[in-house]
Structures are given as structure tokens and as C-alpha cells.
């Protein structure tokens, strides 16, 4: 691929260059190449030489992206001189690009790029296109904007939309199941314990590794100061969680998120889940928890906020507190009735739920978010925070056995 040009952003392929001037096992020559590819400008802008070969072809890709004028003065700042970037109008183009970062730049880089091409340029109503998806390099983010173009997505573009999610979601759960389902085993296995078991409800095995240290060698015994057993009653409960996650534009990843660990947690039989998703409307979505990819497609991005709600809905199913985890999933931007939604949080924790409040669920960090509101829940005890994928079955496991959660430090 050549370098950019006003009427074709993206020309043939072109050969690497054996006559590039630069010598990559020359340090000074290689911190001028990407120094060079991070500045962009003209042919031989920032460096004096010009880009050949393969490094001009990357930097066709990504002046593509980010030489895109972003009004018209900074065009008369340059004195009218300078390229001109951009992917053109057409999903052919935008699909040869993208099949141009896909051979220059790892994956993670490519899904940084395409999100930015999709925020940057307007490109989300190419995704509409069959052509334009079975480009793409699919990830979370891509998830998000498939699914807040749902409603508008022609049915020739439906299949290859859902193909695209179910990789993702697919890649996803074979990432995080496994560690989330031995994780919440153990945290409920210990929840299910009993210190003072009848004696048909002792577990042995268990009394006898507690109490190694209580060994008598002259009897040749253990003395089992403490009992450890699981009461028949207790091993019949199960505990319930509820899910209760934001659908707002800026929730896409943790939308994403909850459905596959709401999928993982409904498939443990000791464990009874239900997810519920709300903008100014509440929806169960729990009937669709054993096909993550049709819960995702029948959420609704975007919209106001009502997590007072929410929470009521969440509430009136509740029936049995003590053994009730809730998960608010939200950026606590509340369109409700603020003081009802603190004083219904309040009240579920008085009847014994376990009440936890996250931020986000992605590998994004903090988002934006009400800081009032998370102040608020905090003095009731319920701290608001950010949490990764990779935390989540750790905050989980602490939350069944009614444990302090592990909050990440900021």
C-alpha cells in the first residue's frame, strides 16, 4: 500500500522498499523511524526522510485515521498544504483498511484503531454492512456499537452481526468461566459451613485438617477442638443473585460483561441468578441467561437512567434476603428519584441483602461517574467502585460469605 493521497487514501500494496534508507540495528535511525510514524506529516515531515516500503504503507493506514482535519482552520494553518486523511464513504475502502491494520499492527492495537475510526469518522453506519463486519477484529467495544445499532440493522446483516458477537462472547467465557466457577464453588462451600454440625453432619475430612495441630502422639489422636460440617438444611438453600445492570450508551462494556458472568453464574446449580437491565424502563432479562448472544440482542443501549426503578423491580423479588447478593452495575448518573433509590439501597441491607455497587465491569478502569450519589452509598456502607473482569468472581465469592470486598486501590 502507498502512501496516502488526496483522491485514494488507500492506493495497491506496495513492496517493502530493499533501499529504505533506515537501518533498524541503528538506535538513532529506529527512534527517528517512530518518531516519525507517531508525528505524521508530510512524506519526510519531522525527519527529513522519506517513509518507503512497508512503513509507508503503516503510515497510510494511520494518517488515514488521524490526519482527518478536524475543522477548517487547521487546514489554513498549513497553508492549505499537508494530506488529507480519511477512509473515503464506502465500505469497500473502509474494509480494505481495516484489513491493512490487521496485517501491520497486533491485535490490541487494531481494536484501538477501529474504535477510533468508529468515533473519530462517523463509521458506525458501516456496520451495517455484511462486507464491513466480516472485517472487523472483533472485541468488546465492537460488541457495543453492534448492539446500540440493533434496531437499525437490516435483517441481511443480522446473522453476520450475531457471528461477531458470539466470538466475542464465546472468547470471553472460555477466559473467565472456569476461574469464576472455582472461585464461587469455594466461597460457597464456605458460606455452607457449620461450626457446630450434629454429629451426622460432621464432615471429617475437613475436622481433621483443622485440628492437626491439636495432635496427641502419646493417644495417637486428634483432639477436634473445632467442628466443621454443613448443616442438611443449609446445603438445600440456594443463594440468589441479581444482577441489576445500567443499558446507558456509556455501559456498553459492562453490558457485554454481565451477560456472560450472569450466564456463567446461572449454570452453577447452588446458585439462583437473575439479570435485569434498565434505562427509564426495566427489563428481566433472566429467561435468556442460558444464550448470552440473544440476552445482548435484547438489550436497548442508550436512553435515560432510572435506577430507583430498577431497584424496586429488584426488590419486589427478593425472598430471602439473608441469602441475597445484588449487584448494581451503573455509572450512578440517577434520572429518578434520588433520595428513594438511597432509602430502598438502605433498606435491602437492613434485611440482611448483601448489596454491592460497581461503577463499571471492564478493563477500563474508573469511568465517569456521579460522585455525590457514590458518596452516598458509601456511608451506607456500600462503597462504589470500578472492577475488572478479572476481579469480579474475587468480589463475588467475598460477597457471598458476607465478607469485606476486595476494592482495588485508585
Known sequence: ???????????????????????PRDPHDERLRRWRLVLG??????????????????????????????????????GGQGR?????????????????????????????????????????ALLLEPEMLAAVEPDVHLVGTLLSLNKAMPQTTKETARTVVRKVVDDLEARLATRTRATLTGALDRSARISRPRHRDIDW??????????????????????????????????KEVVLCVDQSGSMAPSLVYSAVFGAVLASMPALATRLVVFDTAVVDLTERLDDPVDLLFGTRLGGGTD??????????????PADTVVVLISDLYEGGIRNEMLKRVAAMKASGVEFVAL???????????????????????VPAFACTPDLFPEVMAAALEKRPLPIPET
Open 359 to 381: 461503577l463499571a465491569l471492564s478493563d477500563e478502569g474508573a469511568p465517569a461517574y456521579d460522585r455525590e450519589h457514590a458518596a452516598a452509598l458509601a456511608a451506607l456502607g
Open 84 to 124: 488529507h486523511g480519511g477512509l473515503g464513504g464506502s465500505a469497500p475502502s473502509v474494509a480494505r483498511w481495516l484489513g491493512d491494520i490487521r496485517t501491520y499492527f497486533p491485535g490490541s492495537v487494531v481494536q484501538v484503531m477501529q474504535r477510533d475510526a468508529i468515533d473519530r469518522l462517523g463509521l458506525a
Open 41 to 78: 506529516g508530510g512524506p519526510a515531515d519531522g525527519i527529513g526522510r522519506a517513509l518507503t516500503g512497508t512503513d509507508a504503507a503503516m503510515d497510510g493506514a494511520l494518517s488515514a485515521l488521524y490526519d482527518r482535519k478536524s475543522d477548517k482552520d487547521d487546514k489554513a494553518s498549513r
Open 205 to 238: 475430612d475437613r475436622t481433621i485438617r483443622a485440628n492437626l495441630a491439636h495432635y496427641l502422639p502419646e493417644h495417637r489422636t486428634i483432639v477436634p477442638e473445632r467442628l466443621v460440617g454443613y448443616g442438611r438444611a443449609s446445603r438445600a438453600v440456594k
Open 1 to 23: 500500500m502507498s502512501a496516502t493521497t488526496p483522491g485514494d487514501p488507500f492506493g495497491p500494496h506496495t513492496p517493502h522498499d530493499e533501499r529504505d534508507p533506515y537501518n
Open 307 to 320: 435506577i430507583n426503578r430498577a431497584l424496586a423491580y429488584c426488590q419486589s423479588r427478593i425472598t430471602r
